[in-house]
């Protein structure tokens, strides 16, 4: 079975532009969430989508959207990029929602504003 | 809001010794659940190991096992019989219901042949 995965791994990209990362689930997991992944603020969680609806949405601004297709693969946006959204974006995805569901984390995608 | 504490941002441990990591919490919550995930150099996150809060006894998986402690909100994760491969950032997380995944700073682990 395949596990989490993420595209692409590396991006380089320039304060302003914007930026769609993407993120295909196990088969049959319907819930997918994201996190920034900072050395300053450590993991923080971005939001939650299950069944192509967003669930839950952490505290980030406006320029971070995300969304869920009815394949269950998501992907995040991000707009008006700054230097400080360099980051290790990771998603993960579980069978459920629910706070005793395993979450199982991609290997990342490694993004980089300059 | 719920926040996650590891106060220990470095440990290290010779092989085939066992070594203890920290995680406290805060939560005014009763029913929640708390995991440990390891990050190794690859990046991709791991489930160590989780534990209901309603559960007393302590969760075990092989070489790892936690000290739960609910009116002390801390959740220890032991490794006994330290390898090699267990080398790697270790992140203690809270989830409860309709909640999103609350994570702590991580530890740093090294071991040392």
């Known amino acids: 079975k395949a596990g989490v995965t993420q595209t692409p791994r590396y991006l380089i990209k320039t304060r302003g532009q914007q930026v769609t990362l993407s993120c295909s689930p196990i088969?049959?997991?319907?819930?997918v969430s994201w996190y920034q992944q900072t050395p300053g603020q450590g993991l923080q969680f971005l939001f939650e989508?299950?069944?192509?609806?967003?669930?839950n949405k952490g505290n980030f601004p406006g320029r971070f959207s995300g969304r869920q297709f009815s394949n269950s693969r998501s992907e995040m946006n991000v707009s008006t990029l700054e230097l400080g959204d360099s980051a290790l974006y990771l998603c993960?995805?579980?069978?459920?929602?629910?706070?005793?569901?395993?979450?199982?984390f991609g290997q990342g995608t490694r993004l980089t504003v300059v | 809001a719920q926040t996650v504490t590891q106060s220990q941002p470095e440990m290290s441990v010779q092989e085939a010794e066992t070594v203890t990591l920290s995680c406290t919490y805060d939560t005014s919550e009763s029913d929640y659940y708390l995991f440990w995930y390891k990050q190794p150099p690859s990046r991709q996150m791991i489930l160590v190991i989780r534990q209901e809060a309603y559960k007393q006894q302590n969760a075990t998986e092989n070489r790892f096992s936690v000290n739960f402690q609910k009116a002390a909100k801390s959740f220890s994760l032991k490794i006994s019989d330290s390898q090699l491969g267990d080398a790697a950032m270790y992140f203690c997380a809270y989830r409860s219901a309709g909640d999103d995944m609350r994570f702590g700073a991580g530890t740093r682990l090294t071991v040392k042949p």
């Open positions: 993960a995805s579980s069978l459920l929602v629910g706070q005793n569901t395993e979450a199982f």
């Open positions: 989508y299950f069944s192509e609806t967003q669930r």
């Open positions: 088969s049959g997991h319907r819930s």
